[in-house]
DNA sequence: GACAGGATAAACCGTTCGGTTCAGCCCGAT
DNA sequence: ATCGGGCTGAACCGAACGGTTTATCCTGTC
């Protein structure tokens, strides 16, 4: 019973990112102390500096492994909608809902807070997130389904245009501490709206 | 000759201002050190504090003055333009190049960074900012001219799609700091796909 | 030229930081 | 029973932090 697949080398690994993830998502990386990593964990700091031979090493395990997790899931549930239509709102939703999900948001403060010392860490964000996202779509905008229901020439620009369109100001609120994480209602009259004003241009008339 | 209208008290005040917001807005609130400030500011420790009881007042001092400097202007263009796409192209314009100018990104990403440790921070930029932003766009839908060219029932709404045309990609990566400051062919391009967008559905038929 | 007050450099305080060290504990393998 | 490696807690280091103090300097005023 020697299965255990996590016997990497040390016990504690898990741990160790798990706990340094929690605060360094909350406090940042200069607000986040070894010390309080450490506590957080569960570990003392000696185990800690066995794994990683400084903070900063530390810090970027703990964001490269978030920002490859974030996925932009919602294409899913888009190929097995009934109509385009459908699909848009719930890509829509799907997006908009995740912008404002304290997880991703706790994510995105620490990369634009910390873009200025860790540049790289802005641009692996933006790959694995919203340009991940504009890939995704402007896939899905190829699709014969989409190609026969959508007036779209460019589908790279049409991404574009509705990922902008996904921007709501619910964001913008949110990624200030203005507001709350907004209910599944608001989300989708956010969404209509989006999609309403994308069908307004890429609905192809008949 | 004394004339001087800055003779508040102490003649160093305004450069301990300008010191202070120059490295709160590189450094972030823990990563800006009172020492560095007062290194920047061209004044000993002992000024600085002679003016601030402590380095959060003088950080709240120094960003309350940023913040309120943000103006979102772009409305006095919008008045004397020929017609109302033109003036939409050009509000459009000056928006999103206020986005991506370093100046209010560097407000931006303090104020993003440091929302969780100060809540009002955040709200304080929403309201100096984007808020003032969908309130003036708004007042400019209700206007005649644009009531005219328009089909536009819910200004605020309407204004809200127009900001969320204006989130461009450029501004994600901007804020990320994957890209430069944009030239202006960029982003005239970018507000011109927005503009047709918006008149794709606002456009009054005739 | 005496005075007053803003500004100065530098030393200093206590605290916390990132990082190291070490003696000992736990526990599975032999 | 013993061994060894992962882990522990706590002490410790030098450096930097926010903040204070002091003795001195500078400058405009009367």
């Known amino acids: 019973m020697n299965a255990d697949p996590q016997i990497k080398k040390g016990r504690k690994y898990g741990q160790v990112i798990a706990g340094a993830r929690e605060v360094f998502l909350r406090e940042g990386f200069e607000g986040a102390s070894v010390d309080a990593i450490a506590r957080d964990a569960g570990v003392s700091k000696a185990t800690l500096y066995s794994y990683f ?48 999900s304290e997880s991703n948001l706790a994510l995105f403060r620490v990369c634009v807070g ?26 899905y905008f190829r699709s014969p389904a989409a190609q026969e229901a959508l007036d779209i020439v460019d589908p790279d620009a049409a991404a574009d245009i509705f990922v902008r369109l996904c921007r709501t100001n619910l964001m913008i609120q949110r990624v200030l501490g203005v507001i709350d994480e907004p209910d599944e209602e608001t989300v989708a009259a956010e969404a209509e709206a989006a999609v309403e004003i994308f069908l307004a241009r890429f609905a192809r008339r008949d």
């Open 53 to 100: 031979p400084d903070k900063e090493s530390l810090f970027h395990a703990v964001l490269n492994g978030v920002c490859n997790l974030q996925r932009t899931e919602g294409l899913g549930v888009a190929l097995n909608a009934t109509d385009v239509p459908s699909a848009l709102r719930h890509i829509a939703r799907a997006m908009i809902t995740n912008q404002c």
């Open 114 to 139: 910390e873009t200025q010392r860790f540049p790289e860490l802005g641009r692996q964000f933006y790959e694995t997130g919203p340009a991940e996202g504009l890939r995704q779509l402007a896939g």
